[in-house]
Each structure stands twice: as structure tokens, then as C-alpha cells.
């Protein structure tokens, strides 16, 4: 399981780099089923912190880290709503999580189209088995490979700038876990003398259901095999300065199955060096 996207179609050119700071948080009281329909679960929360970095190497070649460098999941206290008593206790695992590294490579750039291809590698650093049942899991303990074909387009509407970027990919996972068919679509437009950028996206994830490990956690999870999900969401991002910014993101799934039913949140501080 990967937090990357890096979705992006246009290559950052030689020297130029975007770098990146996070806070991801989502915490889940109810998931998806393998039949697609929402049961409740004992609230569990998943905390990540991390750096993202991509770097042009060349004008064509890009290089790319995502690198969660702490990665926390926990578990709430279940309490009797009759007596008050705790009749479980919470956990916590803390840890590193999944890092993954990429190259995006420029394929065709012309005035209005960008297309590019990208390869990332998902490293098993994370803690697949914590917690006294195992379940309390900051990576999924397989190494996958995400190659990707992006395309984007920039345009203009009321003025204004904008773009539209789509991808799809094919995840090739190891260790008994199904491979993945990925696809996205991202739109976003440019405010206020380039100050704030508004960002709706939307993510597919489907399972080849080619895998021949079950599902590891039958109360949803985010690292569980065969997990497929539609989701939606925005981001802002506003330019303090014209290389230093923040920003504010907001997922939400539509659909799943075998994972959380709750959105995440995740917020930011970037600098853009052009």
C-alpha cells in the first residue's frame, strides 16, 4: 500500500525540484466489506508524517522519494455503554512506514499536452505485524512495482489558468497479495495572481483478486489485500511566497471494499523550486 500519487505528467526540468512536508490522519469507526457494504468497527486511527521530494535530474528525467518517517496506528479504548467499564484496552504501534522511489520519465511535451511515464518502487518498511494480534500495521510487508502512463493537458477557463491530468497504472505486488489496476483524474486551477491553486481529484483502485493471501483484517484496513476503492477530494494550496506554500487535502471514499469507510485529511508546507 502506497500514500504516493505522484501523478504528475509534466517533468520538473533539470535543477528544479518540489519538495514537501506532511501530516496525514484518518480515523475509521466503520469499512467497507468485501461485498462493498459498510459495517462498524472499534475506532481505529492511522498518523503518518513524511517528506516528499522530486528533483529533475535532466530535463526529461525525474527522480522522486516518498518517505514516511513516522507512521503511527492505534486503537481506542472499547468501554461498556451500560457500566462505563473499559472492557478492552487500546493499542498503539509506532514506526516508520512503506517508503517508496520513483522516476517519472518525459515522453512527449507539447504546448497542450504533456504525456509521461513513471515507475515507482514500494519498499516493505513498514511494521506489517504489530500489536498483540498482529493487525496493527504501518506498511503491508511487500515489495511492489506501480508503472504508470500520465497524460495532462493545460487550458484556460474564465480567465484563468488550469489543467487536467489523468493516469493509469498496473501494481505488481509480491509476497501473495493481488496485483492492482490503478487509475486517476485530477483538475486544478489557478487563483488570485497565481497565489492559491483549487484541486478536485479522484482515485480507482481494483484488485485483480490474482493474489492467494486472504484478507488480513476483516474490520477494514488500509494495508489488507484485495482492498478496492473509489474516493473523491480537494486540496488547497496557497504561495506564502512564489517558491514557499501550505496546504490543506480532503479525501473522501465513495466506494470500497475490505477497507476503512472514513476520509482523511492531510495538510502541508512545500517549497516549489522552478
Do not use: C
Not at 513498514?126 to 510487508?141: E, H, K, L, P, V
Not at 488550469?162 to 486517476?184: L, P, Q, W
Not at 491553486?197 to 479522484?202: C, K, T
Amino acid at each position: 500500500m502506497s500514500f504516493f500519487i505522484g501523478n504528475a505528467q509534466w517533468t520538473k526540468g533539470k535543477g528544479n525540484g518540489y519538495y514537501k512536508l506532511s501530516f496525514w490522519y484518518l480515523e475509521s469507526d466503520k469499512h467497507f466489506t468485501d461485498t462493498g457494504k459498510t459495517d462498524p468497527n472499534v475506532t481505529r486511527g492511522q498518523v503518518n508524517a513524511s517528506f516528499y521530494g522530486a528533483y529533475g535530474i535532466t530535463n526529461k528525467l525525474d527522480a522522486i522519494v516518498y518517505f514516511p518517517f513516522f507512521s503511527s496506528t492505534y486503537e481506542n479504548d472499547v468501554i461498556s455503554g451500560t457500566t462505563g467499564e473499559t472492557i478492552s484496552s487500546g493499542e498503539t504501534v509506532n514506526s516508520i512506514g512503506d517508503i517508496d522511489i520513483a522516476v517519472r520519465l518525459k515522453l512527449l511535451k507539447t504546448k497542450r499536452l504533456a504525456l509521461s511515464t513513471s515507475l515507482v518502487f514500494g519498499l516493505p518498511t513498514g511494521n506489517s505485524q504489530g500489536g498483540s494480534d498482529g493487525s496493527f500495521q504501518t506498511g503491508d510487508g511487500e515489495f511492489n512495482q506501480l508503472l504508470k502512463v500520465n497524460l495532462g493537458t493545460p487550458f484556460k477557463l474564465l480567465n484563468a489558468p488550469f489543467y487536467a491530468k489523468t493516469y493509469v497504472g498496473f501494481n505488481n505486488r509480491t509476497n501473495g497479495f493481488s496485483d492492482e489496476f490503478r487509475t486517476g483524474l485530477e483538475i486544478g486551477g489557478n487563483f488570485f495572481n497565481r497565489k492559491i491553486w483549487l484541486i478536485a481529484r479522484s482515485q480507482i483502485v481494483e484488485s485483480m483478486q490474482n493474489g492467494s493471501l486472504n484478507a488480513q483484517n476483516s474490520q477494514g484496513s488500509i494495508f489488507a489485500n484485495n482492498i478496492e476503492y473509489t474516493n473523491i477530494g480537494g486540496e488547497i494550496a496557497y504561495y506564502i511566497t512564489k517558491k514557499l506554500g501550505v496546504s490543506l487535502n480532503y479525501t473522501h471514499p465513495i466506494s470500497g471494499r475490505i477497507i476503512y469507510a472514513n476520509a482523511s485529511i492531510s495538510g502541508g508546507i512545500f517549497f516549489d523550486v522552478k
